[in-house]
């Protein structure tokens, strides 16, 4: 059974390196601690994140099979490499390429062939750390090296970087960071013609109305000054290439040995979303959605949500982001789920992954009969 972005989208390269959607506020919507998880699988560090916070299992849904080689080669990692070494072939420490090659052949006997042939074949990736090698992180480079430096020097972004009062961001951002410039800058290149032709496959924007740039821009400035940008790793890897000391939730090393410990906990099915929803023997406690109804009508997307109702337990979480379409489920399934509209707000305030425009989180009701 096919989901309907992949009608649409091509899938035969790694889109996502990292995943793009804040941890932290993901596990605290969904409470993973002794449930089974249903989790889109993206570049897995979300998924691994539901593992640290002490999940029973983690069943991964990736249909993307270059998405499905990073989670395996993270899996890899985890098994074989110490926190630092994981680092260094993720591309977040410096190394030589001959070192992370090095690195990588520490982690073959825990990949199978179909995934060693993957990384053989873009074995640039991992010489210059594989959590660059996504269409997104490439995106986001070309942004960094190419255009930011003709608004922004390396200076003036390593001082919006740095930790300052709610008082001191607001003056940093309105008096020397929110240029005629920079706001030119953010319209052209966070357009929907470029995004999605550079960041994101234009299929993802079917159902987005209005303008891509004013939405985003808006809330880049909640995470410049309400937020610390000091501390926030979406931000840090896109201005500085790097997340620095703000790790997010899977790459913490207080995190790094429980992952470690609890991988045989983790299962990839690289199917839809859909197809793994069909097995009527399977329940589920909480499930991690990404974003996924931004790529589906409204039709669709209250399907999908009828499928998760019945492959879930009583008080099972939802989570999902909307970016720019707006999804959450409807009126007509209030009696199956139960929107957590507070805690939803709550925790969407708190957002690192500053690009959202929402943060859904919903709980399964099922009425005894």
Not at 141 to 161: G, I, M, N, Q
Not at 254 to 278: G, K
Request: glycine share 4%.
């Amino acid at each position: 059974m096919q989901s309907e972005i992949q009608q649409h989208a091509d899938f035969n390269h790694v889109r996502y390196a990292n995943c793009w959607e804040d941890a932290d506020i993901l596990i605290r919507a969904l409470q993973p601690e002794g449930r089974h998880c249903l989790s889109i699988g993206s570049a897995g560090d979300n998924s691994f994140s539901l593992l640290a916070a002490g999940a029973r299992k983690v069943t991964i849904s990736e249909m993307n099979p270059a998405q499905v080689s990073c989670i395996k080669l993270r899996i890899a990692a985890y098994k074989c490499l110490s926190h630092k070494q994981f680092l260094t072939l993720l591309g977040e420490l410096d190394a030589t390429p001959e070192e992370r090659v090095e690195l990588y052949q520490k982690c073959l006997p825990d990949l199978d062939s179909t995934t060693q042939e993957y990384w053989h074949h873009f074995h640039e990736h991992i010489q210059n750390g594989f959590g660059r090698a996504g269409k997104f992180e490439n995106y986001f480079t070309l942004f960094r090296d190419k255009f930011l430096p003709w608004v922004h020097s390396y200076k003036h972004t390593a001082e919006l970087l740095t930790s300052k009062s709610a008082r001191d961001r607001n003056a940093f951002y309105e008096e020397k960071w929110n240029t005629w410039r920079w706001r030119l800058l953010f319209k052209l290149f966070f357009s929907r013609f470029v995004m999605g032709r550079l960041g994101r496959d234009p299929a993802f924007f079917k159902y987005v109305e209005g303008s891509v740039a004013d939405r985003i821009l808006m809330r880049t400035r909640h995470a410049l000054v309400t937020l610390e940008p000091a501390k926030n790793p979406y931000l840090q890897w896109i201005l500085m290439g790097r997340y620095g000391t703000a790790l997010p939730h899977a790459l913490r090393e207080e995190n790094f040995n429980t992952i470690r410990e609890n991988l045989d906990r983790v299962t990839i099915d690289p199917r839809p979303l859909e197809a793994v929803l069909n097995d009527p023997e399977q329940i589920y406690d909480a499930f991690n959605l990404s974003d996924i109804f931004e790529y589906m009508s409204e039709d669709n997307t209250e399907s999908l949500l009828q499928r998760i109702h019945s492959g879930s337990s009583h008080g099972a979480r939802l989570a999902y982001w909307n970016m720019l379409a707006p999804r959450s489920r409807p009126s007509q399934m209030a009696s199956k789920l139960k929107a957590l509209g507070e805690l939803s707000q709550s925790l969407f305030h708190e957002d690192k992954a500053f690009f959202y425009s929402a943060f859904i989180v919903e709980e399964s009701v099922h009425t005894k009969s």
